[in-house]
């Protein structure tokens, strides 16, 4: 019977912490706001160069293990001089395999992975080459083969996709260093707002909180409200992040893949990806708002 009433106790008493402490961002105000906008520049910023980091890391691992090069047509060749290309492309050195795709099946492909919005170039709208996909014998020769073959006749350009990879690591080398410190600072920002909105309560409340210990209220008892107000602020401010970043990506992968795809590369599909993010955010956001308010009970909550 006993236990039955601790547990009755704790959930009321867990119920009325969780009330106050969305009574307290309410009072708060503009300190609220601060510390909300805080968070949520923050965890925009990190999220984004996640994203980064992870795609450029994926794009990496395609290109190490791509043995494939795609030879773009010039637009008018015709059908004999594609033969001959296709016997030239043969006989480059370490070259196992050349497949003709046209640029219907180019479209095909790009249809069956970006969806019916591709549907409008169908015909003489088709923008995409005709291209033929060199496999190489193995990836150590990619680049030399690519050079070979972009030297050729009625070819455009060959593409292996290196270049567009090594441009996106370059960047995301950049963004790892230079972007981590600046979210580094802004976390530094967010929790140091956060803690002062603590305090305002605290201070504000600093009677009550008097009268709670002489009646004998426990030091958990008093600091759980401030503890719950933190993590409010933080996955209230984790709220446009993973607005910003579920509707972005999606938009921002649906740009580039086409790109990508005919370069055999492709981005972290937003099914594989999205919710890392989101999960990241949230739980991100609760964290830098728990850790605004531990910092700030310890230096102000004198119990």
């Known amino acids: 019977m006993k236990r039955k009433e601790n547990t009755s106790l704790m959930i009321r008493n867990f119920f009325r912490h969780l009330l106050e402490s969305i009574k307290s961002v309410k009072r708060n105000g503009w300190m609220t706001l601060a510390s909300v906008s805080a968070v949520t520049i923050t965890l925009t910023m990190a999220g ?35 033969k001959e290309l296709k016997s030239e492309l043969q006989d480059i050195n370490h070259v196992d395999k050349v497949t003709f795709s046209s640029k219907q099946d180019q479209l095909k492909k790009l249809q069956k992975q970006m969806g019916d919005a591709w549907d409008l170039f ?19 020769y990619i680049r030399p083969v ?19 990879a090594d441009r996106i690591i370059q960047m995301a080398k950049v963004v ?40 004998g209220a426990k030091n958990g008892y008093i600091r759980w409200p401030f503890f719950l107000e933190g993590g409010w602020i933080g996955l209230i401010g984790s ?14 992968y649906g740009l580039a893949a086409p790109y990508l795809l005919q370069s055999n590369l492709e981005l972290l599909r937003p099914n594989q990806i999205i919710w890392i993010l ?24 004198k119990i």
Request: no cysteine; glycine share 8%; net charge neutral.
């Open 176 to 215: 790892r260093t230079w972007g981590l410190a600046a979210a580094a600072l802004l976390v530094f920002v967010a929790i140091f707002l956060i803690s002062n909105t603590i305090r305002i309560t605290i201070i504000s409340r600093k009677t009550e909180i008097q009268i709670m210990r002489l009646v």
């Open 122 to 140: 169908e015909g003489d709208s088709n923008p995409l080459y005709d291209v033929y996909v060199v496999k190489a014998t193995d990836a150590q």
């Open 278 to 301: 989101d999960i990241t955010m949230a739980v991100g956001g609760y964290l830098i708002g728990s850790l605004g308010s531990v910092i700030s009970m310890r230096r102000f909550l």
């Open 239 to 252: 709220i446009v992040p993973i607005l910003i970043l579920t509707y972005g990506y999606s938009q921002v």
């Open 48 to 82: 984004i160069f996640l994203a980064v980091i992870m795609n450029a890391t994926k794009l990496a691992q395609d290109v190490e293990g791509n043995v494939e090069v795609t030879v773009f047509v010039d637009i008018g060749t015709k059908d004999k001089e594609l």
């Open 146 to 164: 690519t050079r070979e073959a972009s030297q050729l006749s009625n070819v455009f350009r060959a593409n292996y996709g290196g270049n567009s």
